[in-house]
């Protein structure tokens, strides 16, 4: 994951940008707020509610309001969450780069897994970004590498994980692999780690 910028401005005209979205009765996609931080921080928290202790990340504490509030300080994240009618029950955050969308977030809580939030929310970051920058090749994100279920989900809606060498088959992984270097030491990919792909058509 890239780092967080430190100390930039909420651009609040991103939000003009971003269409809210009705994708069934009752169920709402709108940009995230900071008002949302500690709704999000609880999504994360209980997406993890049917899996046992051994699958729970050992960064979750890191997801707590005020991480959060302050991540969306950063003008280059883009933040929405999925609601059934009032409730808040899925987040999706991603970053935008030249040619580039990676995924950084994607949570739905536990009662409602199985209910095609996550692919929703999946589909709307796609479009936005490239509405938002059509000039976007590929999507991006990671995933644990253990996390099976998650694997599944993402090769069923069209990703390819990467394995070494496929840089110079699909050439645009070079600008996420030299943000990475930039920014943060998430390249080389850690063992736990999965990056997966899809070209944004």
């Given at each position: 994951?890239?780092?967080?910028?430190?100390?930039?401005?909420?651009?609040?005209?991103?939000?003009?940008?971003?269409?809210?979205?009705?994708n069934a009765?009752?169920?709402?996609?709108?940009?995230?707020?900071?008002?949302?931080?500690?709704?999000?921080?609880?999504?994360?928290?209980?997406?993890?509610?049917?899996?046992?202790?051994?699958?729970?990340?050992f960064d979750?504490?890191?997801?707590?309001?005020?991480?959060?509030?302050?991540?969306?300080?950063?003008?280059?994240?883009?933040?929405?969450?999925?609601?059934?009618?009032?409730?808040?029950?899925?987040?999706?955050?991603?970053?935008?780069?030249?040619?580039?969308?990676?995924?950084?977030?994607?949570?739905?809580?536990?009662?409602?897994?199985?209910?095609?939030?996550?692919?929703?929310?999946?589909?709307?970051?796609?479009?936005?970004?490239?509405?938002?920058?059509?000039?976007?090749?590929?999507?991006?994100?990671?995933?644990?590498?253990?996390?099976?279920?998650?694997?599944?989900?993402?090769?069923?809606?069209?990703?390819?994980?990467?394995?070494?060498?496929?840089?110079?088959?699909?050439?645009?992984?070079?600008?996420?692999?030299?943000?990475?270097?930039?920014?943060?030491?998430?390249?080389?990919?850690?063992?736990?780690?999965?990056?997966?792909?899809?070209?944004?058509?």
């Amino acid at each position: 994951m890239l780092s967080v910028k430190r100390g930039s401005t909420l651009d609040t005209c991103q939000f003009d940008r971003i269409n809210v979205s009705e994708n069934a009765t009752g169920v709402t996609i709108r940009p995230a707020l900071p008002g949302d931080a500690e709704a999000i921080a609880q999504i994360v928290r209980e997406s993890y509610a049917r899996f046992a202790a051994a699958h729970i990340p050992f960064d979750m504490p890191l997801y707590h309001e005020e991480s959060h509030t302050e991540a969306m300080l950063d003008s280059n994240t883009r933040w929405v969450v999925l609601q059934e009618e009032a409730r808040r029950v899925g987040v999706a955050m991603w970053r935008v780069l030249p040619g580039i969308a990676h995924l950084h977030l994607l949570f739905v809580v536990g009662d409602c897994q199985g209910k095609g939030y996550g692919r929703l929310l999946l589909k709307h970051h796609q479009t936005e970004a490239k509405a938002e920058i059509p000039e976007t090749k590929l999507f991006t994100l990671h995933c644990l590498r253990d996390s099976h279920w998650a694997v599944k989900f993402y090769k069923h809606q069209g990703y390819t994980m990467y394995e070494q060498g496929d840089e110079y088959r699909v050439t645009d992984l070079y600008v996420w692999i030299d943000a990475c270097r930039r920014h943060d030491n998430g390249w080389p990919l850690k063992a736990d780690k999965a990056l997966f792909y899809k070209r944004a058509h």
